[in-house]
């Protein structure tokens, strides 16, 4: 079962917008990985924040996480037509270590 | 560094026969995860495999099963294939005790 939602289901932003993606999910976690996903082909890691951080940035990505709300964000700053893909918050629970995916954003950006 | 690779990249099967799908994890990464993703029911994990046992499976019947060798390579195995098997399957390599989990780029089953 889907543990996370995402929201929104699609998004389409112009090229040099920024795109926030959210996250929901249901039980406790030890992290929680964001991945990109181009056009069903294989994931692509993009950000690790464990329970204990609040926010992590790498370039042009940016986490926060909210444990008492079970809840993530990502924020895709400067948005390039490179970005289009779909977007998957995925949840390491306590004693699991399979992933739990949500059901994803797909990201179109506009040249 | 080579990352995860699967093999093969398409396999067409019909209703009722058997597929094998292969996995060689990132050069010293011990735990192999295979995950499913189907049209309409999204990205669910399948079973993992940590130093050549089965740690963990998810909701998924017998009929899927795998095992993982020496060398720490993968095999999944899907036996008495059905329709609603099609979907492409994700194999995802760690390191011990890591978080982040490195996917190779699938195998698509279609099973007619």
């Known amino acids: 079962s889907q543990q996370g939602e995402e929201d929104p289901q699609a998004l389409s932003i112009q090229e040099g917008e920024n795109a926030t993606m959210n996250c929901s999910y249901k039980?406790?976690?030890?992290?929680l990985q964001w991945y990109r996903q181009n056009s069903g082909r294989g994931l692509v890691h993009l950000i690790l924040?464990?329970?204990?951080?609040r926010e992590k940035h790498s370039g042009r990505l940016r986490v926060t996480l909210d444990t008492s709300k079970k809840s993530s964000s990502l924020l895709i700053t400067a948005s390039r037509a490179a970005d289009t893909a779909s977007y998957f918050c995925?949840?390491?629970?306590?004693?699991?270590?399979?992933?739990?995916f949500g059901s994803g954003t797909r990201l179109q950006v506009q040249p | 560094e080579a990352g995860v690779t699967q093999s093969p990249t398409h396999l067409i099967k019909t209703r009722g026969q058997q597929a094998t799908l292969r996995c060689s994890p990132i050069?010293?990464?011990?735990?192999v995860y295979w995950y499913q993703q189907a049209l309409g029911l999204g990205l669910q994990f399948l079973l993992w495999y940590d130093e050549g046992e089965e740690r963990n499976r998810g909701n998924f019947p017998p009929r899927f099963s795998g095992r993982q060798f020496p060398n720490y390579s993968s095999e999944l195995n899907v036996n008495a294939l059905e329709l609603e098997d099609s979907a492409l399957y994700l194999c995802?390599?760690?390191?011990?005790?890591?978080?982040?989990?490195?996917f190779g780029p699938g195998t698509r089953l279609t099973v007619t």
């Open positions: 039980t406790s976690i030890n992290n």
């Open positions: 995925a949840t390491d629970a306590v004693g699991r270590r399979a992933l739990t």
């Open positions: 995802a390599s760690s390191p011990e005790h890591v978080g982040e989990q490195y």
């Open positions: 050069s010293g990464h011990t735990s």
């Open positions: 924040i464990r329970s204990n951080e």
